[in-house]
């Protein structure tokens, strides 16, 4: 089993539609996760981070935990065609250090 | 000038020649790592540095060797380099205690 898992995609949405893009991860006692954005052949973004269960919103964005299920989740609203972009979830797998695995990411495709 | 700066941005070189890949940051950061990127296989981790006088492996440290000549300056190398190594490289920083990178904008690594 791979230490942090995402669905390959494409994701294909409207524009307008809210995107859902999932990831599973394998260490129960990881502390911090994160999302990336990153364009082709460009170097990843961070677009959230979020360290506790629940629900975290920033502007479009909002970012799912649930520590139980080992499960984080984005939600993209209102989605645009400059979404457009490979989205990777990160999570710090060893507790108290600062590494970061990162999955596979989800390519993501907006169109009008 | 960006902080964490790549060199070169790409290059081409042949089988079993040596070719070192350069980052350097002005973040004064003192966490330093090299990943990789191949398509379908998202970013794994090379090599790892805390600090000056540490260096660790990733999860596929096997043909390349890294340097940290100084806190802002980590080097790797590709003593011998075969073309299963093509790939995009990146170079990443993050200060201590702390799981947010600073992406370079990476290296397009052809091996022919």
């Known amino acids: 089993q791979k230490e942090v898992e995402q669905n390959s995609g494409p994701l294909s949405v409207p524009e307008g539609a809210i995107a859902s893009l999932n990831c599973t991860y394998s260490d129960r006692v990881s502390q911090s996760f994160f999302w990336y954005r990153q364009y082709s052949g460009k170097s990843p973004e961070l677009i959230m981070s979020i360290y506790s269960n629940g629900d975290k919103e920033d502007g479009r964005f909002t970012a799912q935990l649930n520590k139980a299920s080992q499960y984080v989740s984005l939600l993209i609203r209102d989605s645009q065609p400059s979404d457009s972009a490979t989205y990777l979830c990160?999570?710090?797998?060893?507790?108290?250090?600062?590494?970061?695995?990162f999955g596979t990411g989800t390519r993501l495709q907006v169109f009008p | 000038d960006a902080d964490v700066t790549q060199t070169p941005r790409n290059r081409i070189t042949k089988t079993g020649k040596r070719i070192m890949l350069e980052c350097s940051q002005t973040?004064?950061?003192?966490?330093m790592y090299w990943y990789r990127q191949d398509p379908g296989l998202g970013l794994r981790l090379i090599y790892y540095s805390f600090d000056v006088k540490d260096i660790n492996k990733g999860e596929i440290s096997d043909g390349y060797s890294v340097s940290r000549q100084a806190q802002a300056k980590f080097s790797l190398s590709l003593e011998s380099a075969i073309p299963n190594q093509t790939a995009l490289y990146f170079c990443?920083?993050?200060?201590?205690?702390?799981?947010?990178?600073?992406f370079g904008s990476g290296t397009r690594l052809t091996v022919v």
């Open positions: 990443a920083t993050s200060a201590q205690g702390e799981t947010t990178y600073t």
């Open positions: 973040k004064g950061h003192d966490r």
């Open positions: 990160a999570v710090n797998l060893e507790y108290n250090t600062d590494k970061l695995i």
